[in-house]
Nanobody
Framework: QVQLVESGGGLVQAGGSLRLSCAAS????????LGWYRQPPGEQRELVAT???????NYADSVKGRFTISRDNAKNTMYLQMNSLKSEDTAVYYC??????????????WGQGTQVTVSA
């Protein structure tokens, strides 16, 4: 089993910054992809950014140039540095891990989420 715990959310004014962290624990296989997703109020969950185990990144167009995803494999931790925050970034942010197991193929896990609120 894998556990994911997000932290770093909170209330920030527009134009401000926040740094989210996602700590992973458990039996994590070396071939894995990590990602941040978010769910704005009343909307569906959407991709924010992903990072592969070898460091390749992908971003939603809405956050390119403002958000930076990174990971520290030694600490099994992923980060999301969010700058120039806008009110439309308000959402619950979720951490996701997909890893390729030896016997069960790709498995996916989610954290419980952390609230980010950006005031105008």
């Amino acid at each position: 089993q894998v556990q994911l715990v997000e932290s770093g959310g909170g209330l920030v004014q527009a134009g401000g910054s926040l740094r989210l962290s996602c700590a992973a624990s458990g039996n994590i296989f070396s071939i894995n992809n990590l990602g941040w997703y978010r769910q704005p109020p009343g909307e569906q969950r959407e991709l924010v950014a992903t990072i592969t185990s070898d460091g390749r990144t992908n971003y939603a167009d809405s956050v390119k140039g403002r958000f930076t995803i990174s990971r520290d494999n030694a600490k099994n931790t992923m980060y999301l540095q969010m700058n120039s925050l806008k009110s439309e970034d308000t959402a619950v942010y979720y951490c996701n891990l997909n890893h390729r197991t030896f016997t069960s193929g790709w498995l996916s896990y989610w954290g419980q989420g952390t609230q980010v609120t950006v005031s105008a």
